[in-house]
């Protein structure tokens, strides 16, 4: 199934959810987007088409981070003491010569750490929690992980935490519902499906 039909399937169990609580418009809304959203989220570990739109483009994050590596040598150079100077000026440089050697396909992981120290930054626990989820999905194997009942547990967790932090009744059971959605309508029961879902890795690896 592509990422058009999750996120269609996704919003539609969001909008279930809005009128079950019977959320305003504009909570209806926010609760139909997010189901959307977290109907394509499984599918982060793909190789593809997805990992290009939600990752920023390659060359936008290799100049920010070369220009942050500049600012920062010609700061330590004006600023501080001989330590710190060095110190500074050793950060910088290393920032420049690492960000001129990534690789496209490792810019879902760095999506994973900059999300990571955003939700640090921002004390964010949610946020936290979705960039430690989009690493693991950077490094797993299309449908699996996150496609299981671990990657369900996981996902409700962030749900739980971005619905305390929004206060906003219905947001965990849209992002839940969105993100179950996703796995049904992957199961290899449904015709359009030549392979399933490893639902109970790691206990077994079998394809439900
Ligand atoms: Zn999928």
């Known amino acids: 199934m592509n990422g058009t039909a999750h996120v269609a399937i996704g919003a539609a169990t969001g909008f279930i959810v809005a009128n079950t609580f019977q959320a305003p418009p504009s909570t209806t809304?926010?609760?139909v987007g997010l189901g959307g959203v977290s109907g394509l989220?499984?599918?982060l570990d793909i190789?593809?088409?997805?990992r290009?739109?939600?990752?920023?483009?390659h060359e936008a994050i290799r100049t920010v981070a070369q220009l942050i590596g500049a600012l920062m040598i010609a700061y330590s150079f004006y600023e501080g003491g001989v330590r710190e100077k060095w110190f500074g000026i050793g950060i910088g440089l290393a920032l420049?010569?690492?960000?001129?050697?990534?690789?496209?396909k490792h810019m879902l992981t760095i999506t994973g750490v900059g999300v990571l120290v955003g939700g640090v930054s921002l004390q964010e626990l949610w946020l936290l929690l979705?960039?430690?989820y989009i690493l693991i999905?950077?490094?797993?194997?299309?449908?699996?992980?996150?496609?299981?009942?671990?990657?369900?547990i996981f996902f409700g967790i962030i749900a739980s935490k971005l619905e305390a932090s929004l206060g906003i009744d219905g947001v965990f059971y849209s992002c839940l519902a969105g993100y179950i959605s996703h796995l049904i309508a992957d199961l290899?029961?449904?015709?359009?499906?030549?392979?399933?879902?490893?639902?109970?890795?790691?206990?077994?690896?079998?394809?439900i």
């Not at 420049?96 to 496209?104: A, C, F, G, R, Y």
């Not at 999905?137 to 369900?152: D, E, K, M």
């Open 52 to 57: 290009g739109k939600i990752t920023i483009s």
């Open 47 to 50: 190789d593809g088409s997805l």
């Open 96 to 104: 420049m010569v690492v960000s001129s050697m990534i690789k496209q």
């Open 137 to 152: 999905a950077s490094f797993v194997s299309h449908r699996s992980y996150t496609h299981s009942l671990l990657g369900v």
């Open 188 to 207: 290899k029961i449904l015709p359009f499906n030549k392979r399933g879902i490893k639902l109970f890795l790691p206990v077994s690896k079998k394809e």
């Open 130 to 132: 979705l960039g430690i």
């Open 41 to 43: 989220i499984p599918d």
């Open 29 to 31: 809304l926010l609760l």
